[in-house]
């Protein structure tokens, strides 16, 4: 499986999950372009240690939930690297609460990074991916989307708005050798999850056929897959990685 000469694009590419799909495409030769949003250090952090194995990456702050700043991010991605290939939509924020106590804006916060988000950056690139008539866009969406979660109605609801727009986008640019699919992590040890009580987590393995929480790296490998020529002809489909927990 080779990247070479690749182009790709990873929105919340400095930590965690991101990291790890950044490192991956990079190990198979993209040049990988690491997206952050206030992590300046987090995002030079996983460009070094790319660039110290030889590989290609470069850091770009962008808020993906901001027209603006995504317009003036993806011209100057154009200008300098004249294609994209790869867009993984990957940025995600979580602001847990009950639904009786969910503010207004933990909504719109978590609709506007996790799903709007995907949508703005799949625009801003599928003009220069019809020209090139081959594109890579893989979304992140959760294992929450397609199960549901007390407690996550906002995020549940983002991920769940993934798993249609990837379908609806798919069959709109299918005949133009784009393909678009999506992984669904279960649950990965990041800085999302770290937070959580040991009680929590107990009980979250016990949900887990495998008995264990999951790597970025078991992210990343499914992303590589569906960046790859091997995924020439897979679009529309999710992959779940998670130990079992969601058949
Ligand atoms: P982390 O919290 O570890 O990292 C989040 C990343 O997203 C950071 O790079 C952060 O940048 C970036 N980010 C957040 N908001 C924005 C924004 N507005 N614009 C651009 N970048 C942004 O998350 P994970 O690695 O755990 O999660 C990655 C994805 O995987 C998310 O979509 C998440 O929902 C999904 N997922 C995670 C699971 C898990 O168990 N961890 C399970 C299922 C799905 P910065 O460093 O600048 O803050």
């Not at 996790?114 to 959760?142: D, E, H, P, Y």
């Not at 609801?157 to 990837?166: N, P, V, Y």
Request: hydrophobic share 45%.
């Amino acid at each position: 499986m080779s990247l070479s000469g690749k182009i790709a694009v990873v929105t919340g590419g400095s930590r965690g999950i991101g990291r790890a799909i950044c490192q991956r495409l990079a190990g198979l030769g993209a040049t990988v372009i690491v997206n952050y949003v206030s992590n300046p250090a987090a995002a030079e952090e996983t460009v070094q240690s790319i660039q110290s194995v030889g590989g290609k990456a470069e850091a770009v702050q962008f808020n993906v939930a901001v027209a603006g700043e995504i317009e003036a991010a993806f011209k100057q991605i154009l200008d300098l690297h004249g294609r994209v290939d790869i867009l993984v939509n990957n940025a995600g924020i979580t602001r847990d609460g009950l639904l009786m106590k969910m503010k207004d804006e933990q909504w719109d916060e978590v609709l506007n990074t996790n799903l709007k988000g995907v949508f703005l950056c799949t625009k801003a690139v599928s003009r220069a991916m019809m020209k090139q008539r081959w594109g890579r866009i893989i979304n992140i969406t959760s294992v929450i989307g397609f199960a549901g979660n007390a407690g996550q109605a906002n995020y549940a609801a983002a991920k769940a708005g993934i798993i249609g727009f990837t379908k609806s986008v798919a069959k709109e640019l299918a005949s133009r050798g784009i393909t678009v699919n999506g992984v669904a992590p279960g649950y990965i040890v990041t800085d999302m999850t770290r937070d959580l009580s040991e009680e929590v987590t107990n009980t979250i393995k016990g949900e887990i056929p495998m008995g264990v929480l999951g790597e970025a790296d078991d992210i990343a490998g499914a992303v590589a897959y569906l960046a790859s020529d091997d995924a020439r002809y897979v679009t529309g489909q999710f992959i779940h990685v998670n130990g079992g927990m969601f058949m």
